[in-house]
């Protein structure tokens, strides 16, 4: 079975609760006033499980700026996917021009 058919298990999903409390919390309040408690009450999991998945403070911290990394990167890919479908009939009208294409990479 492949990776991307197979469920989420319970395990993962507390997981990315954590993770995206871990980045709400740093959006709201900052880094410095992080805890493990503060976190397990945002993503509304027991304590120990901020441990029990995220081996440190930094671990946790750590995976969260990674998780923030791939979803802007997500979407810096699909904002880049929109312009380029915009401006793709205008480099192609361009390049029938005697001036040239209109624009270039």
Request: neutral net charge; charged residues 25%.
């Amino acid at each position: 079975m492949a990776a991307s058919s197979r469920k989420t298990t319970k395990g993962e999903l507390t997981r990315q609760k954590i993770i995206d409390a871990t980045l709400a919390l740093i959006a709201s309040t900052g880094l410095n006033s992080l805890s493990h408690r503060s976190i397990a009450n945002a993503a509304q999991v027991r304590l120990s499980l901020t441990s029990y998945y995220f081996e440190s403070m930094d671990h946790l911290i750590l995976c969260a700026f990674e998780e923030f990394a791939r979803r802007e990167l997500k979407q810096i890919q699909w904002i880049r996917e929109q312009v380029d479908d915009i401006l793709q009939p205008i480099v192609t009208l361009g390049e029938g021009s005697d001036r040239g294409p209109a624009f270039s990479n």
